[in-house]
């Protein structure tokens, strides 16, 4: 298990979503790359030196710090679309090869090179700049009904990491809610919202939204 690359995002203008840039094309970089907790959310700020998000709303901080694709599910998308994907293309800051990242649980931490731990917490939702970003149409529809949507991270041990890192699994907690089962539950399937709340490492704001969606069901 290790990082392929480490793709470090360069402003665009963003079209597809009333603002004026988007940081989701991110470049392999050589050289080591700082990882730090950026910090709530609202100022652009994300895990690795060099990167940040414009829509401060509703990307970056510290449960969105660093987002993570597998090289084998870009190889998927490839055979299933016709076209090449290099490393990055799907906006991570971290390409991986030969580790599970739909099949991690929210919570899992992973220390990467030397000295960064960063832990699962939350998977990514799409949004219309990556459909745009695609330029493929009807991807919004078909990359959810894939249900293999990558982890976001957060910074639980801050330091450097570089491409060729080797990583390892170093927590899993006592239960069964995977990065894959959070995204149908958030998703087409919300029957399945009641069995992420045992999930603690979900970030606040979605445990409550898992709470308030599924309080009618628990009075009934």
């Known amino acids: 298990m290790k990082l392929l690359t480490v793709n470090v995002g360069r402003p665009r203008p963003n079209p597809w979503k009333g603002i004026s840039s988007t940081g989701i094309d991110k470049q392999p970089v050589d050289g080591p790359v700082a990882v730090t907790a950026p910090g709530p959310k609202g100022d652009g700020a994300v895990g690795l030196a060099g990167d940040r998000v414009y829509d401060v709303k509703h990307h970056g901080g510290t449960d969105q710090a660093v987002y993570a694709y597998a090289r084998e599910d870009l190889d998927g998308w490839e055979a299933e679309l016709g076209r090449k994907l290099p490393n990055g293309s799907f906006g991570e800051n971290l390409t991986t090869l030969g580790l599970d990242l739909n099949g991690a649980l929210i919570g899992e931490r992973w220390r990467i090179g030397r000295d960064v731990v960063l832990e699962v ?47 390892e699994i170093i927590h899993r907690p006592g239960h069964d809610v995977t990065v894959a089962l959070a995204f149908r539950a958030f998703t087409l399937e919300p029957e399945l919202l009641p069995r992420l709340l045992v999930a603690d490492a979900l970030p606040a704001e979605d445990r409550e939204m898992v709470r308030r969606r599924t309080a009618g069901g628990s009075q009934g």
Do not use: H, M, N
Request: glycine residues 10%; aromatic residues 10%.
């Open 121 to 167: 917490s939350v998977p990514r939702i799409p949004c219309v700049t990556f459909q745009g970003w695609l330029e493929q149409e009807g991807w919004l529809k078909r990359f959810t009904q894939a249900a293999v949507p990558g982890p976001y991270l957060r910074v639980i041990e801050p330091g450097e990491i570089r491409a060729g890192d080797p990583v």
